[in-house]
Each structure stands twice: as C-alpha cells, then as structure tokens.
C-alpha cells in the first residue's frame, strides 16, 4: 500500500506535470529547430512569439467568453486558438520581410541574424505588454481536473489522491495531434519533402527548382502555429505572463540543443529530458520518501535539492554540460 501511495504522490507532482511541461517545451523547441534547420540561424524572438500569439488567443477567447460562447467543460481558448495561430503568422511575416528579408538577401552570417531576432524579440515583447499589460492573465474556464484528488481517493482507498488537470490532459493530447501531423507533412507532401531538401542542401535546391520565398513562408507559418499552439498550452496549464514567456526562452533552447539543433525528433526528446531534469530537480522528495523507508529513517527536512526559484539553472547547467560534451545534442542535429 505504502508502493502505491508513493508512486501516487510521485505521479502527482512529478510525472504528471513534468510529461505536461515536457510537451509544452517540445512544442516551442521545434518552432526553434526548424527556423535554425531550415533558415539557418538561431531566433532568439521565439519566446516573445510564443507570447503574442498566445496574447491574440487570450483576446479573442475574452471576446467569446463576453458573447456566450464557450466549449463546455474545455476551456474556449481552445475555439481562439486558429485565430491567434493565424494572427501569428502575420507577425512573423510581416517581420520576415520587413528585417529577415534583407539580411537574408544580403548573405549575412548567422551571428547578424541572431542579433537582429534579439531586437525583434525586444520589440515583440513590448508590443505584447503595450497591448495587454505586464500583470499576470486569466482566461481558462471549463472544467478544471480531469480528476480530482478527493475523487481519487475514494476509489481506491489511497492515502494519496492523484488529480490530472484538464489543461495537462490537452495538453498531452493536442502535443500528440500537432507532432503527428508536422512528421506527417515533412515526411509526406511534396511542401514537406522540399522544405527538408532545402535545409540539407539548399543550392542544390534551388537548381532543383524549389521556391525557396516559398519555403520561407511555409516555415514561418509553421513556426507560428507551433509558438501559438505551445504559448497556448502552457498558459492554459500555468499561467499568462509576457515576461514568463520571455524567461521560457532558455528550457526552450536548451531542449533543442539537448536534442540536436534542427533535429525535429531531437527537439521533442529534449523537451522531455529538461522538463522532467527541472521537476526533478526542484521536487520536494520528503513524502515519497516518507512512504518508501522505515519509520526511523524517515527524513525530517523536505529532501528538496534545489528551490523552484531556480529551476531555470537546472535547463542552464543541462545545457553548458551538452555544449560541452556533446555538441551535436543526442540526436545528430543540423537536419530537418
């Protein structure tokens, strides 16, 4: 009974949200895998992206909340969620070719195209807070646990109630969906087959007779689907801040390089390996323990290796290591 009350607690505060927060990561990581593999640099304004798109969500989810219209026991934003993807996109396109085009013409090395996405990215973030504020938003409704602790435990008589939340629950699944449906569209359509010839020999390309205006603007597409579809979610499951968003920016990086940089499969495993790395981590083992050994040697202090306040240091320190050690990430990065 002890077993099963501490793989409960186990469930509830480490498995459950790190498998959630990992989806989250691995969404973000793959709109960042996919600008450095096709476009062939590292966009810093990603987080900021992720923000915005997640700002038109919210807006237009208030707007549907304010009308009646709802979903239910999901939360509406899940309704919002094509017009912040499609309001996205227009961003980050009118950014392409209002900056990107230029340097992009201009053959400029990575490192200039780097530093221009931080100023994108300053830009972004502004523009979210000037519209929406800096203080913390709410726009969830629905119903809350998928299961609810008090449910859990009396059925099965645990001392431990395990409690799923709705948004972790969607998360999960809608994570699932859109990974699905980009291998599908890499792997499958002749868009997707040119946009991978593109990144892995793009003059060969371009005598081949691939558009490469067309990837580009298929790529950023994507990318904006993918930022707003990961923002979403993760505020859904947290909270919305724009300054959170800017802060993700790091686990989301160091989930790409863990796994490979422009390596799509490498981008979700590394997502996973950072999200249960931090939840790990910052996890305050003493009631697991608790269950798990004699009476004498239970632990009086709460076994906690590092404070939630930091858990940004474990993405940082899992990321000098690989840059380190292992460059390449665990998956061989540099392709799509």
């Known amino acids: 009974m002890d077993l099963l009350n501490a793989f409960v607690a186990l469930s509830n505060f480490v498995l459950v949200p790190a498998i959630a927060y990992g989806s989250q990561l691995a969404l ?3 709109g960042v895998t996919l600008i450095y593999g096709i476009l062939r640099f590292s966009n810093f304004a990603h987080g900021d992206t992720m923000a915005f798109g997640t700002m038109v969500v919210v807006l ?3 707007l549907f909340q304010s009308w009646g219209i709802s979903l239910g026991p999901l939360p509406t934003a899940l309704l919002a969620l ?5 309001g996205c996109a227009a961003l980050v396109l009118l950014t392409d070719r209002t900056v990107y085009r230029f340097y992009r013409a ?12 931080m100023g994108v990215m300053f830009i972004m973030n502004a523009l979210v807070r000037i519209i929406l504020g800096t203080n913390e938003q709410n726009f969830a409704d629905g119903e809350r646990f998928i299961i609810g602790a008090r449910e859990f435990k009396k059925l099965t ?3 431990e109630g395990l409690a799923i939340k709705t948004t972790q629950g969607i998360t999960v699944i809608t994570a699932v969906i859109v990974v699905a449906l980009l291998f599908w569209f890499l792997n499958r359509t002749r868009t997707g087959k040119s946009m991978r ?5 793009e003059d060969l390309a371009l005598l081949s007779g691939i558009d490469p205006e067309r ?4 790529t950023w597409v994507i990318v ?3 930022a707003t579809v990961a923002g979403t979610l993760y505020g859904l499951d947290k909270s919305y801040k724009p300054f959170t968003y800017f802060l993700l920016l790091l686990p989301i990086f160091a989930s790409a390089i863990v796994g490979g940089l422009g390596n799509p499969l490498g981008a979700i495993a590394g997502g996973f390996v950072i999200a249960f790395s931090e939840v790990t981590v910052t996890y305050a083992w003493k009631k697991v323990l608790g269950y798990l050994m004699p009476e004498s040697l239970e632990p009086d202090g709460l076994v906690q290796l590092m404070s939630t306040d930091y858990k940004f240091a474990v993405s940082f320190a899992i990321l000098l290591v690989v840059l380190l050690f292992k460059p390449t990430g665990l998956f061989k990065g540099k392709s799509v």
């Open 197 to 201: 010839a593109y990144s892995d020999n």
């Open 28 to 30: 973000g990581a793959l």
């Open 157 to 159: 008589g645990l001392n």
């Open 215 to 218: 990837v580009v603007v298929i």
């Open 106 to 117: 201009q053959k400029a090395k990575p490192v200039i195209l780097v530093i221009v996405s």
């Open 82 to 86: 094509p017009f912040g993807i499609a």
């Open 60 to 62: 237009v989810t208030w």
């Open 224 to 226: 904006a689907a993918l």
